[in-house]
C-alpha cells in the first residue's frame, strides 16, 4: 500500500504562517521588564522586519491579479482593500507600488527585502524615480535608485522627498533645469484646469468655501493676510484687553483677516459687472440703521445686522440703500461718507497706528473710523476720524462695548456690564 503524500504549503505561505506561530508565543509577554538597549534593539528589529514582510505583501500583491478577477474586484487594489479591510486609497497606491517594483524598481524592492527601506520611504523613492524624464540614460537611471537606496539610511520619508526633488539635479545636471522648467508649466496646466471654488451656507451665520487653486495664489494669498494679521501685542500694554489677539489661534486670525481683504478691495479696480462697477448693496431702513438692535440685508443676499452695516459704512466699499418708512429710498450712494484718500493719509500721518489705548497696529494696517456714525449725524472730517485696525474697529461697533475717549486721544473700550 503506498502512502498519499500530503501536498507541501508554497515556502512564502509556510513563512507567513509560521512567522504569525511565533509572534503569537510572545503576545502576552510585556517588554517592562526589557532594558533601554534591549528595547532599541527590539524596536530596531521590529521595524526590519516590518519591512522585509511588506515587501514580501507587496511581492504576492504583484501578482493577485488573477485573485482580484476570481474574487469579481474592480482591480488589485479594490481586492487588496477587501481582503485586508484597508482603505481604498491606502490599498490602490500599495497595489501600484507592487506592481513598480516588480516591474521596474528591483534595486528598491531588495532593499525592503534586506529591511533596509520602509514602506513608507518606499514609496517617496518610487514616486521621485517615475517622475524622472522618459528619455533619461538608463545608466542614470540606475545610479538615480542607487543614491535614494542609500539615502533611505538617513532620512526620513519627509526628507527623502525634498531630496528626490531635486533628484535629477545630482544625476544630469546639465539637463535638469530645462526638465525643471517643462515639468512646472505642466503642474501650471494642470492646477489651472483643476483650480474650483465651492460655497455654502452651514449655518449660524457662516459659510464654508472651499478652493483648490495654484501653488502661486497660495503664496500670495498668504502673504496679503498676513498683512491683516495683528503682531503680537504686550499683554501688560494698557488697554491690551487681556492679549485676546495673541491668544487667537493662528487660523482664526487669517480667517478674519481674509474678511479684512474683501472689505478692503476696491471696486473700481474690479471688472464691470452687469454694465456697472462691481458693487455690494445693502438695504436698510433708516429707523434701523440708527438703532442699536436692527438688521439690513445685501441686495440678492442674506442679512446683516444694522452693526454691520454701519461699521461697513465708515470706509467699505458698499453701497447702504436708506429706506423711508413706506419703502422710498432716502438715500443711496456713499462717496461723500467715505474719508477721501488724502484724508486717510493725513489721519495715518496724525495717528501713526491705532489709536485704541494699547494697540500698536501700525497705521498702514488700520481702517478709517467715524467716532459720531454718519447715520447719527457724523461729518467725515479728520476731526471726526480716528484709525482703527480691523479688530478695534469691529470693537467700535460692537454693542458689547462702549468707548471712551482718553486726554491724549486715544481710545478705551470697556465691555457693557
Not at 460655497?199 to 502673504?223: E, K, M, N
Amino acid at each position: 500500500m503506498v502512502a498519499q503524500l500530503m501536498p507541501q504549503p508554497h515556502p512564502i505561505l509556510a513563512c507567513a504562517e509560521q512567522a504569525a506561530a511565533v509572534i503569537e508565543e510572545v503576545r502576552d509577554a510585556q517588554p517592562v521588564y526589557l532594558s533601554p538597549a534591549e528595547k532599541k534593539a527590539a524596536v530596531t528589529t521590529l521595524a526590519r522586519l516590518e519591512a522585509m514582510t511588506a515587501e514580501l505583501k507587496l511581492r504576492v500583491v504583484a501578482t493577485a491579479e488573477d485573485a482580484a478577477c476570481l474574487a469579481l474586484a474592480r482591480d488589485t487594489g479594490a481586492w487588496l482593500a477587501s481582503v485586508t479591510k484597508a482603505d481604498f486609497p491606502v490599498s490602490r497606491a500599495q497595489a501600484r507600488l507592487a506592481d513598480a517594483l516588480d516591474r521596474r524598481w528591483q534595486r528598491v524592492a531588495a532593499a525592503m527585502a534586506d529591511g533596509v527601506v520602509s514602506l513608507p520611504q518606499a514609496q517617496v523613492v518610487v514616486d521621485a524615480l517615475d517622475a524622472l524624464p522618459d528619455h533619461l540614460d538608463p545608466a542614470l537611471v540606475s545610479d538615480a535608485e542607487a543614491r535614494m537606496v542609500g539615502y533611505c539610511e538617513e532620512f526620513r520619508p519627509s526628507e527623502l522627498r525634498r531630496l528626490g526633488r531635486h533628484l535629477l539635479e545630482v544625476v544630469a545636471p546639465e539637463i535638469a533645469e530645462a526638465e525643471l522648467a517643462k515639468r512646472l508649466e505642466d503642474e501650471e496646466q494642470h492646477a489651472r484646469h483643476k483650480t474650483s471654488l465651492r460655497s455654502r451656507l452651514i449655518g449660524d451665520g457662516l459659510a464654508r468655501t472651499t478652493i483648490v487653486h495654484p501653488v502661486l495664489d497660495r503664496d500670495r494669498l498668504l502673504t496679503y493676510l498676513e498683512a491683516f494679521t495683528s503682531p503680537r501685542k504686550h499683554h501688560d500694554a494698557p488697554g491690551a484687553l487681556g492679549g485676546e489677539e495673541d491668544r487667537m489661534p493662528y487660523p482664526r486670525r487669517l480667517g478674519q483677516a481674509f474678511c479684512a481683504l474683501l472689505e478692503h478691495l476696491d471696486p473700481t479696480q474690479l471688472p464691470q459687472h452687469g454694465g456697472d462697477s462691481t458693487t455690494v448693496m445693502v438695504t436698510i431702513a433708516l429707523d434701523s440703521l440708527r438703532a442699536e438692535l436692527a438688521a439690513g440685508s445685501i441686495v440678492g443676499g442674506e442679512a446683516l445686522s444694522a452693526t454691520q452695516v454701519r461699521r461697513l459704512a465708515c470706509n467699505a466699499d458698499i453701497i447702504p440703500v436708506v429706506l423711508g418708512g413706506n419703502g422710498e429710498i432716502l438715500n443711496l450712494g456713499r462717496s461723500r461718507r467715505l474719508f477721501s484718500p488724502a484724508q486717510r493719509k493725513a489721519m495715518r500721518l496724525r495717528d501713526q497706528r491705532c489709536r485704541a489705548e494699547g494697540c500698536t497696529i501700525p497705521a498702514a494696517w488700520t481702517e478709517a473710523h467715524h467716532l459720531k456714525p454718519w447715520a447719527a449725524g457724523g461729518n467725515t472730517d479728520l476731526d471726526d476720524g480716528i484709525l482703527h485696525c480691523n479688530y478695534h474697529h469691529h470693537l467700535a461697533h460692537d454693542p458689547h462695548y462702549t468707548a471712551e475717549r482718553l486726554p491724549n486721544g486715544d481710545i478705551r473700550y470697556h465691555r457693557r456690564t
